[in-house]
């Protein structure tokens, strides 16, 4: 069992940058994936980015250039830098972790882009 806990959001506006963080509740091993997925108000959940075991990194379309995935494996967290952020942006993001066939969700934390 992970507990997987997300910190970082707020009100931000636009053009400006945030840095979410998830933390695991303990270490790691083995393949898996750890993700952030985000949901608007009316709108389905979507893909933000995902890091591998390997390192390898994907990006949705809408956020490529803009933002970066990373993982801190001293700390067992995974950080989502989010620069030049848009209104579109706004959404509770998830972090998810897909671990020995399971998938494991944080509560979610609020990203707000607004004037």
């Known amino acids: 069992q992970v507990q997987l806990v997300e910190s970082g959001g707020g009100l931000v506006p636009p053009g400006g940058s945030l840095r979410l963080s998830c933390a695991a509740s303990r270490s790691i091993f083995g393949f898996y994936v750890m993700g952030w997925y985000r949901q608007a108000p009316g709108k389905q959940r979507e893909l933000v980015a995902t890091y591998t075991s390997g390192g390898s990194t994907n990006y949705a379309d809408s956020v490529k250039g803009r933002f970066t995935i990373s993982k801190d494996n001293a700390k067992n967290t995974v950080l989502l830098q989010m620069n030049s952020l848009k209104p579109e942006d706004t959404a509770v993001y998830y972090c998810?972790?897909?671990?020995?066939?399971?998938?494991?969700w944080g509560q979610g934390t609020q990203v707000t882009v607004s004037s």
């Open positions: 998810k972790l897909y671990l020995q066939g399971r998938d494991y």
